[in-house]
């Protein structure tokens, strides 16, 4: 019976809705209270009103296990197009070279992190139609701080203006990355150049340099090699580090790392020119105590 109820609660919700289905428990109290008036007996209200309260516990609990059910079946859909665009970035001859990656990311005391990231890149060898990015935090998250992570990725005009916003489905992988599509307006052509702005709030982010005040690193990591990347990290009021480079050669490679005060707030910058392919490099950084 409850079976039955439960595909008629659902059919009944497709069709009118969850404000049909209280427009009705509306009618059913006030048709137990006309009743009521007209008999004189309180029992009569009391019996629709418990009637009234036990569909809506229903409709609740059913609600409960739909919207459950819902965001399994988003969470499985987002996590097969994350790995449909990574194999066709694997399989088409398209490829991104990028020319800039400027990336800054503002520290807050407790650990939550502002980023923004400007990218230009040139479109090679065939058209594109999203631009696929991952992204980490360097301890692993619980849940409840995924979901609380928010980004908007629009195209920068010429004159560094902002254009509009790309639709970007996201995943959260199984080692605790965040695996993000921008989906282009129109297919990007070859030899074309795109410009991209990534803002994102991530909550706690950087944790275990500003909590847990341990070493914490900085990367790039990059398929391609680029051209230039810049990693600015602004500390809190007050905070300095200690620092030092990651996979990264003074003798080998182009990269300079800055130390300066703005506005009262440290800011320790990574540049490097012709970052290789497939390396792992940025820096570590330490609170000093």
Known sequence: ??????????????????????????????????????FGSVAIRTT?????????????????????????????????????????????????????????????????????????????????????????????QPKSIQKLVNAKVRSLLVDGTMGPSFLVTSHWSADGKLDMVSHFHSPAEVDSEIRLKMEWTWPKKCVPLMVAKKPDPFTFYFRQPVERATYTIVLPPGVDVHWDVIALNRIRDDFEITRRTDAGRVEIKLAIKNLPANRRAGMLLELKR
């Open 1 to 38: 019976m409850l079976k039955s109820f439960a595909q008629w609660l659902e059919k009944f919700l497709q069709e009118e809705g969850a404000v049909g289905f209280v427009k009705g428990l509306l009618g059913l109290v006030a048709f137990g209270a006309v009743l009521s008036t007209l």
């Open 48 to 140: 629709f009103v418990i009637g009234a309260i036990v569909l809506t516990l229903l409709l609740l609990g059913y609600l409960t296990g739909r919207v459950a059910k819902l965001d399994s079946e988003s969470r499985e859909y987002r996590a097969l197009l994350s790995k449909y665009s990574y194999m066709l970035m694997e399989l088409q001859p398209s490829q991104f070279d990028i020319k800039v990656w400027e990336q800054v990311a503002v520290i807050e005391a407790n650990g939550d992190t502002q980023e923004f990231i400007t990218v230009n890149a040139m479109i090679r060898n065939a058209e594109a139609r999203f631009f696929r990015l991952r992204f980490g935090p360097g301890w692993n």
